[in-house]
């Protein structure tokens, strides 16, 4: 796949997310059924978001209405999360921000911010990592296509997601 795939295949940085937590959670939100605005979890990383890192003038910039940058800090994109428990995740969506950004020419790092932890971690844009985005793109694409969410196994994250009551009843 090439990297001029990525017009065609470019989606939501949420969607890059849900792909890394859970791949019937990425097929609903693909398919326009949202039940984040009953989620409390969802809720307290907005107030997050508002409230971390006060003294940095510059908050939450959208491009191309897909991709929603929590801060830019000069050449440093700050994406901030309220736990952990998902890095993976979190370091996925980044590095596809930092892929479109590259795509549209600017090149800049991340870092993956954990404020009430008072963590932080950098991330770089590798050219294994541009490959692994493609790759994660065209599994959204599969994703999406599909008539029916796919089939997943309980785990325990599942008890707080806001899609527990549509996958498990």
Do not use: N
């Amino acid at each position: 796949m090439t990297p001029d795939v990525f017009e065609r295949l470019r989606t939501q940085g949420t969607k890059v997310y849900y792909l890394h937590v859970c791949r019937r959670k990425l097929w609903w939100f693909a398919h326009h059924v949202t039940m984040e605005h009953d989620s409390d979890l969802v809720a307290l990383g907005r107030l997050l978001h508002r409230t971390a890192y006060p003294r940095q003038p510059r908050r939450e910039f959208d491009l191309d209405g897909l991709v929603r940058i929590d801060l830019v800090e000069r050449s440093i994109v700050r994406e901030i999360k309220h736990s952990m428990k998902q890095a993976t995740a979190a370091r996925a969506q980044l590095l596809y921000y930092l892929y479109y950004l590259k795509r549209r020419g600017l090149v800049m790092e991340g870092l993956l911010a954990f404020p009430r932890q008072k963590r932080q971690e950098r991330v770089i844009l590798t050219p294994d990592d541009e490959a692994r985005v493609l790759q994660w793109l065209q599994d959204i694409r599969d994703i999406e296509s599909r008539p029916t969410p796919p089939r997943v196994d309980f785990m325990p994250l599942c008890r707080r997601c806001a899609y527990l009551s549509l996958c498990w009843g």
